[in-house]
């Protein structure tokens, strides 16, 4: 398998003046829609210096798929959903505001790019228009009516709106800068944010799905999850999701793709136990599964192997108890005592988790592209790769993705490959890691942790 950010693009005999062809689209959960919920918003805070210093400054809480379905399944009461809305405005304005002073460590002349700026800017706003219900609870003022709630969503809404593109836009913004910061500081900051926009996100979004799932706001067609009607889900979590659904499905996706552009279509195998289940995000194992089997996909059509690509999917065994049943939480003490809900059982953090291999017949990554895999400055695309007359042709991944945001259509699209996957994966426990015997193939093993049985008490 090859780690690379986009597919050759006239190999294969793709006749010129084709460009663009229309794309299969990729799989969804469920089509987005804009959030549109009544009532209005209360007015941005102008941020000083000094709320950003002492925010900063703060306990940034780990956090764990436990913690956000802790507030029970829906249709949420108003004391739960209400629960929900404090737990995540106790979360975001100290991220957010870390956010901000990590993007000002960065050397000026790289934040004055505009696109570092607009970033920035961003960041600026998203914590300004939180900060006045920051405030309140700090003067001992929760938000504890539904029309503080339905408010607070609405800033919610905004800032998932305001943040949606902030990876295509960041990577503009550093190939931009890249004679003034080296890659192994981009890498090491783009780790970083990357990973702490996963955690910010998903608390955002994962209220507003609970909104619409709420007894006062049930709203199924406004919802952009399958919450509310769905059992299985709790916000945009699925606690019954099968790994082998989220895999046929992008395995569609990708082979069209290959079809559409080369004229082959790589067969996929399924082995293992395909009716595994277990409670994860299904967005981010599609991004997973998606980029994965792009780079196996891709490997198997340019050395015109007939072998298909052979996903197995191995559940892990539950794990041991301590006696008395009690698992074995690792868990920090002031993260444990925070915000425990009375509806909810605790849940199991060390709960087994899935592991799935993507084993490929492609030819193995060579031994002097193997350590830079991981990079986000890194692939070995080359100018003989590309038509002159795609964006980003003949650039480095980071060309390649920031081409992606302006609408590029090609599968380089799909993201910034493997270093952001590996991020959604070790994000609640996960992992990858890649083994390569080259001139033959290469087997990819992802690790993802569930949360346990998720079980409600009654009354």
Known sequence: MKALSRLPSTRFGRPRGTWPLPLPQPPRIRQRRPFSISGPARSPHAVSDAEIAALASQHQRSLSLADLVRHGRPPLSEKSLLASANFALSLLPIRLARRIQSLRNLPY???SN?????????????????????HAVSQGRPISSLDDEIRFTNALADLVATHTDTIPILAKGFLECRRYISPAEVTR??????????????VAEQHIALHFSSQPHFAPEASPTPCPEDPSYIGVIDTALRPAHIIDSCAGFVADICELRYGSRPQLCLDGEPDATFAFVPTHLEYIVTELLKNAFRATV???SREPVVVTIAPEPP????PGGVPRIQTSAQDRGLFRSDAMRPLDDNAPGVTVRI????GGIPPDVLPHIWSYSFTTFSDSDADADLPGSGVDGLAAISSAG?????????GYGLPLSRAYAEYFGGGIAVQSLYGWGTDVYLRLRGVGTVDTYEG
């Open 359 to 362: 084993r490929d017949r492609g």
């Open 319 to 322: 794990l041991k108890h301590q």
């Open 109 to 111: 002349i790289v934040v």
């Open 189 to 202: 900051f783009l780790d970083e944010h990357l990973r702490a926009r996963i955690g910010t996100r998903l």
């Open 114 to 134: 505009p696109n570092i700026s607009r970033i920035y800017n961003n960041y600026l706003h998203s914590l300004s228009i939180l900060l006045p219900y920051w």
């Open 302 to 304: 340019e050395t015109r």
């Open 406 to 414: 302006a609408g590029g259509s090609s599968i380089a699209g799909l």
